[in-house]
């Protein structure tokens, strides 16, 4: 005799429900270029997002209470001259932001307290060194002003 045992499903009666199109983020030009990215970025004020940008590398820096359609003029973080690969938001600080791309650098920015009302291209620090694109930054979780970046070479990733 052969006895099947099935486990029920706790989650048998849940069901999603999707959100609406006001709590939404809407139009936005995720971009394209491919690494080990989740093209984003948030923390407990605003969410980064990489973008599609002509001449270089942008990402959107968005208050997160604004929500919606994203009017394709919103001013973006654009220093770098190639695509940006990654950002990551400082864990001690809610208005500093690093990101790492294409062209070599990591730029680390500060955006304003009530986010971005022009399109920010001045770099706090540039921080150059390394001889490939820059896929990874990330900031120590514990430790104040140490930032990681690493670059794919030759199968093994280096760090700076």
Not at 59 to 80: N, S, W
Request: aromatic residues 6%.
């Amino acid at each position: 005799m052969i006895r099947r045992v099935v486990r029920q499903s706790k989650f048998r009666h849940v069901f999603g429900q999707a959100v609406k199109n006001d709590q939404c983020y809407d139009d936005i030009r995720v971009s394209r270029v491919t690494w080990d990215s989740a093209f984003c970025a948030v923390n407990p004020k605003f969410v980064a997002i990489i973008v599609e940008a002509s001449g270089g590398g942008a990402f959107l820096v968005l208050p997160l209470q604004k929500t919606g359609r994203i009017d394709k003029a919103y001013p973006t973080v654009c220093g770098h001259t190639g695509p940006v690969l990654d950002i990551d938001w400082c864990p001690h600080n809610d208005h500093v932001i690093a990101s790492g791309s294409e062209d070599c650098t990591v730029m680390v920015w500060q955006i304003p307290e009530n986010g971005l009302t022009a399109p920010l291209s001045e770099p706090v620090v540039v921080l150059e060194g390394h001889s490939k694109r820059v896929g990874i930054v990330m900031w120590h979780p514990t430790a104040r002003n140490v930032l990681l970046s690493a670059e794919k070479h030759g199968g093994a990733d280096i760090s700076a």
